[in-house]
């Protein structure tokens, strides 16, 4: 009994629909002219870029490999998917948004692509999501709020897009996020205070926005290990808890007064710049 068990599944085989979906796939974003093409005249486990555990599709890698056109949305019907990459291609339109109602996915790379639209809600779906990926396409309107319930999220790179309006309350409730790259959108409204409470933050990126107002306490970001903030519209910040942020070797100007306060002696790169340099300039630089 236990062979005939194993042998069931180290031969299964993927099933219907989900081969189904592969081949949508595969039309939709006219893979006959993909880089690395699929045979199908062998079995799936040898396509490019597919990955198999028991007989069920768990990953898609399929970046930078001339992928043109859309993602269908039989995409949901791959529903074993972990991790879903398709960066650096020339694919358009609407998040595919059937990628968060798969209940198994943990990371999307659609980053570096021509998308368009904005974020869908039903990304509060996506509750096992660890990463998404989503820089250098054409994304705008606001983040949902409803993002704050993808509690394991660690990753959230958002670069590069169009994104606007202020900051939601919910993107403080991801107390796991390692990583929050909003940088160059046009995000605006004061950075909240409860900023500090993503404690497990090392990289903080906002630079090249809209926002304003004073910086506020960073001093329980203990794990913050890059910061830039430049390029905004901050008038002010708060100089405590930079201070208290020891670790990090930076020179703080304020241009305002011509203040310079020194602080600590590791090596790591923060700039604070003001974009309204003619009114309340706030400029941080390093010097190595």
Known sequence: MIVL???????????????????????ATNGDNWTNKWDFNKPVSTWYGVTLVEGKIVGLNLSSNNLVGTIPSSIQDLKYLESFNVFKNNLKGQFPSELFKIPTIKHINISFNSFTGHLPES?????????????????????????????????????????????????????????LLLNSNLFEGELD????????????????????????????????????????NFVDFTD?????????????????????ILLGDKETTIIVANKSLRENPVTLSIKE
């Open 193 to 232: 205070e409860n900023i500090a409470s993503l404690t497990k933050l090392e990289n903080l990126s906002l630079f090249d926005n809209q926002l304003k107002g004073t910086i506020p306490s960073l001093e329980k970001l203990t794990k913050l290990s890059a910061l830039n903030l430049s390029l905004n």
């Open 240 to 260: 405590a808890s930079l201070v208290n942020l020891d670790r990090f070797k930076l020179q703080m100007y304020k241009n305002k007064n011509k203040d310079k």
């Open 5 to 27: 068990l194993m042998s069931s599944s180290i031969f299964a085989s993927v099933s219907i629909n989900e081969k189904n979906a592969l081949l949508d796939l595969y039309t």
């Open 123 to 179: 990304i509060s779906l996506a509750t096992s999501l660890v990463s998404l990926e989503l820089f250098m396409n054409k994304f705008s309107g606001n983040l949902p709020n409803n993002i704050g319930g993808l509690k394991n999220l660690e990753v959230l790179s958002l670069f590069n897009n169009n994104f606007e309006g202020a900051l939601p309350q919910g993107l403080y409730n991801l107390k796991n996020l390692k990583e």
